[in-house]
């Protein structure tokens, strides 16, 4: 069992980057908005990044993950675009093959970038409509690595979540 904690941007540093607000911003347009730039860092290798949309299922909990992924050619930036929850379920690498993995939920307000080479669970939305902006790479080549985990890990949310 695994239980998914609230994301912070310092638990998550070694599978990516948390996108949401905060830090230095600045004001824009005659004053009515605050631009806070520079999020995330994409790093994407022969190809070019790409926006894209993704209409995933909500999915219930406990929610059992079978199936871990990674892009060896780019980072992967997933912003909701209604503020909604979703588990981000990630692993270290241990020679070649995901590691123990680690959940999350990010919550209103937040978007994840997963570093190029991460492995992690497929989108998982709990709550909103399932629609995301994805920033990644676009390009030929191999970027997409798959692994069904030998027994699906079930992801609950920690007490209060």
Known sequence: MLTAAPITAEDFAPFGEVVE?????????????????????????????????????????????????????????????????????????????PGAPRAFVAGSGQGVNIGRNVWHGVLCPISGSGLFAVVDRIGPGANLEEVRLPEPVTVTLAPGG
Do not use: W
């Open 21 to 97: 607000l905060g830090g230095a911003f600045k004001i824009i347009n005659d004053g009515f908005c605050r631009r806070y730039s520079d999020l995330a860092t994409l790093d994407i290798v022969d190809g070019q990044p790409g926006i894209s949309l993704f209409n995933a299922e909500i999915r219930s909990l406990p929610y059992d993950c079978g199936l871990l992924e990674r892009h060896p050619l780019g980072s992967q930036c997933f912003i909701p675009m209604q503020n909604a929850e979703f588990l981000v379920i990630v692993a270290p690498d241990a020679g070649g093959r």
